[in-house]
């Protein structure tokens, strides 16, 4: 099994969820985060003030996967979170050592 974690534009979630959908991922959790990386932030102009925004508005995505399918997942949700500009974000693959659906007990790849 495998983590998935993804770090994307906001206004790209639905695409992201629409295309994971169509190759059978069943569920993900998402969370709004703030960071940076390589974009660094950037600067804001409120009441003629300019004030720095540090942090980055992002989703992030948590999917757990059978191994099989993390590969077409990985380039799926590549393909759908691009924007071809800087602060697309990233993606981090785990191994995922056990998985308890806690409603039915259920572990491991039948969890998922």
């Known amino acids: 099994m495998k983590f998935i974690i993804a770090a ?7 695409a992201v969820r629409e295309a994971l959908s169509d190759i059978g991922v069943r569920g993900m959790m998402v969370s709004e985060i703030k960071g940076f990386g390589a974009q660094s932030g950037h600067t804001e102009i409120y009441r003629g003030a300019e004030y720095a925004v540090n942090y980055v508005p992002k989703i992030k ?3 757990a996967v059978s191994a099989d399918i993390a590969d077409a997942v990985l380039e799926t949700l590549t393909k759908a979170a691009r924007t071809d500009k800087i602060g697309d974000g990233k993606i981090f693959v785990l191994d995922l ?3 308890v659906r806690v409603r039915t007990g259920e572990t491991n790849e039948e969890a998922l």
Do not use: G, H
């Not at 534009?9 to 639905?14: H, I």
């Open 8 to 14: 994307i534009k906001p206004f790209r979630l639905e």
């Open 97 to 99: 050592q056990q998985a």
């Open 61 to 63: 995505l948590e999917i």
